[in-house]
């Protein structure tokens, strides 16, 4: 099962059958979750450091309390309340959220899409491998000619492609399509009812030809009983039929002659000629069989395929499609580089190529591939952007080579059973309805329409949906780092709890149900123009410049509080609280159109709507909350208008002091989110 030897001879050895086989075990892989990506684990990694900073200043937080209020149960309270005010509670719904939204964006784009985090890596695609067939063109041949081995038009080479076509059973291609509807629809009658299939032998990637066992029979009987002609007929990629021909037939003489190394060139040139005028060629061979009597029961395997009788060629029109230039043109505008991983001849892989606008500077076969050492495999891999006559096993490791040694985040878009290891393996595993059924198993989307512009649409759609992840990611954890560090900062200073657990959760509670709009925020047009990657150490870098940005200013107003109202003392602790909880609320609710742009929020750039209005409802809700009986009951009180005026200055000098960082920071690392 799934062994293909090419030639030679040798013992085999049974070592496992069943589920243990490797090709059950390739089949097994179906409905398997991947292993987590760059993105889930640099998540992983964050919250591990969230988690490590939320135990140490928890811990610090609580022994400062306890030694200067000696109630341990309110200590730890206000401990506990702390490390949750640290924690990015929203962050399941924002990052689901966003993915879900981008499936529901490209459903409307007739797209299914069956892995959620497939949307998100769509975002950081930056190449792209497809298929020539189907995707580059339209996936409809229409058979052109049949020639003989010296280039003229011989109805015998059509009558034994057709009874090829007409009596195989396993895995029917377009290409049996055309040669059937060119029979029929131009009047031809080479009447297969005369004739009985007695076996045949299928398709495969390595052989890449099939072959069919046929008998008719014969006018003239015996006592003895009938006997029967019996024909073996291979139809395949040219050179593959050329290899197990010893014999020529030339048709005008009626006489069949060796095959000759001048023969083998000649039919070879041809092909060539053909291909590169964007035609597909099979080659058409036959052998007689010994004469058989009676016995119609014999079975037969790839070793009949030798020392056939060469006959000629026929040759394929698949057009190109009209939206393939323009949709490749428009992916290479956002940074994904296409490269075509095809089982066809080079020479018709170039040419289609052409047509659609992909470099074909640097191009290879597989069995060139297959000569190679390790480090020259990747470097030409690297370097290519046509790669033909490649096996499924070939594709997969042109993937996995981009992968690992090129650090590339990969899309693979195919439809037959010969790309199910590469759509396995890729980032993004993209079939079609009409595929075949492995092919969508494996894929991460499927496309219910085969044109490239969909996937152009769900490029975008997935940097859309990384850039507001990221908005959220770097927003969440510089304002909980800041506003920790403050609240660290001022109960040190203090004696005493800046805010209480209740007013804290509030606070952490309002500020978190502001976020929920950030789905629906929108990006900068230069966002979506290049691949998008996660970086923990540019995570890191980018907390250690903004968050210390937001602690100034909560230690700005803890001194106007302290200095201006005298409230630094546990008798004023209503007001000290109140002003804090507010100047907190809107520090961190306003943060957001800080960090979601790099321009000059407000001023450059506006966000959405959704955003706009969560911004002043929350804000609203604080600030109003504290003239309400539920703010009597937290422990609030109503504020001086002195108080707001301070805001104002202090949201002003944020936003410039911030900006400046920001401007700093995008001269010095090229990038913001």
């Known amino acids: ?264 060139q000649r039919i070879l040139n041809m092909g060539e000629e053909l291909s590169n005028d964007g035609l597909r060629v099979l080659g058409v061979a036959m052998k007689r069989l010994e004469l058989q009597r009676g016995n ?32 490749l043109w428009r992916l290479a505008e956002k940074g994904v580089k296409a490269k075509v991983l095809t089982g066809d001849s080079l020479s018709l892989a170039i040419r289609i190529c052409k047509e659609v606008g992909i470099r074909t500077t640097h191009v290879i076969t597989g069995p060139d591939l297959e000569l190679l050492n390790e480090d020259p495999f990747h470097e030409t891999v690297k370097r290519s952007t046509v790669l033909a006559r490649l096996t499924p096993t070939q594709k997969l490791r042109v993937v996995q080579s981009l992968q690992t040694v090129g650090q590339h985040v990969v899309g693979f878009l195919g439809d037959g059973v010969n790309d199910s290891l590469a759509l396995d393996a890729a980032n993004v595993g993209i079939s079609v309805d009409s595929g075949a059924s492995i092919a ?56 005493f709890e800046p805010l209480t657990p209740r007013q804290l959760l509030t606070q952490n509670f309002l500020y978190n149900v502001g976020q929920i709009a950030i789905p629906w925020d929108k990006i900068e047009e230069d966002y979506v123009k290049t691949p998008q990657k996660w970086s923990l150490k540019g995570l890191a870098t980018f907390i250690l410049w903004n968050g210390p940005v937001c602690s100034v200013c909560d230690i700005s107003a803890l001194l106007f509080i302290w200095f201006y109202y005298n409230a630094h003392s546990p008798l004023d602790l209503v007001l000290f609280r109140s002003s804090w909880f507010v100047e907190g609320l809107l520090m961190q609710t306003l943060i957001i159109h800080l960090i979601r742009t790099e321009k000059i929020p407000f001023i450059q750039e506006v966000a959405s709507w959704p955003v706009i209005c969560s911004t002043v409802i929350i804000s609203a809700i604080g600030i109003s909350i504290e003239y309400t009986p539920i703010g009597y009951v937290m422990g609030f009180r109503p504020l001086p208008l002195s108080f707001f005026g301070f805001l104002v200055v202090l949201f002003i000098g944020y936003f410039t002091l911030g900006q400046i960082v920001k401007r700093v920071y995008i001269m010095v690392y090229k990038t913001w989110l």
């Not at 811990?59 to 341990?72: A, E, G, K």
């Not at 769509?122 to 041949?141: E, H, Q, V």
């Not at 119609?296 to 057009?319: H, K, W």
């Open 1 to 264: 099962m799934g062994t293909s030897v090419i030639s030679g001879s040798g013992t085999g050895l049974v070592v496992s059958t069943g589920s243990k086989t490797y090709m059950s075990t390739m089949f097994s892989n179906i409905g398997k979750q991947k292993p987590p990506d760059e993105f889930e684990n640099g998540i992983r990694r964050i919250s591990y450091v969230l988690v490590s900073v939320m135990l140490v200043i928890a811990t610090i937080i609580v022994l400062v309390d306890y030694f200067t209020s000696r109630f341990l149960s309110e200590s730890i309270l206000f401990g506990i309340s702390v490390a949750s005010a640290l924690t990015p509670q929203m962050l399941p719904l924002i990052v689901n959220t966003s993915l879900a939204k981008g499936a529901l964006a490209m459903a409307k784009d007739r797209c299914i899409v069956k892995s959620l985090t497939a949307i998100r890596d769509m975002g950081s695609m930056d190449i792209l491998c497809i298929d020539k067939t189907g995707t580059l063109t339209m996936n409809s041949a229409m058979m052109v000619n049949h020639f003989d081995s010296w280039g003229l038009p011989k109805e015998k080479v059509l009558c034994f492609g057709f009874l090829n076509s007409y009596f195989k059973t396993e895995q029917k291609y377009p290409l049996d399509d055309a040669i059937l509807a060119y029979v029929y629809t131009n009047g031809y009658r080479f009447q297969p009812s005369k004739w009985v299939k007695i076996d045949e032998i299928p398709f495969d990637f390595t052989r890449r030809r099939v072959s069919v066992i046929l008998e008719t029979e014969l006018i003239a009987e015996d006592k003895n009983g009938p006997f029967f002609d019996r024909i073996v007929i291979t139809k395949g990629a040219l050179e593959e039929v050329i290899k197990i021909c010893s014999f020529i037939e030339q048709v005008d003489k009626g006489e069949i002659a060796i095959f000759s190394e001048e023969d083998h």
């Open 296 to 327: 119609r029961n014999e079975a037969y395997d790839e070793t009949v395929e030798c020392e056939m009788v060469f006959l000629g060629l026929i040759s394929f029109f698949d057009p190109p499609k009209d939206s393939a230039k323009q949709a």
């Open 440 to 495: 969508k198993d494996f894929a991460d989307i499927i496309l219910l329409e085969k044109d490239l512009n969909v996937l152009v649409a769900g490029v975008e759609r997935g940097r859309l949906t990384f850039a507001n992840t990221m908005k959220y990611i770097k927003m969440s954890v510089v304002a909980n780092i800041g506003g920790i560090l403050s609240l660290f900062i001022a109960t040190l200073v203090l004696g």
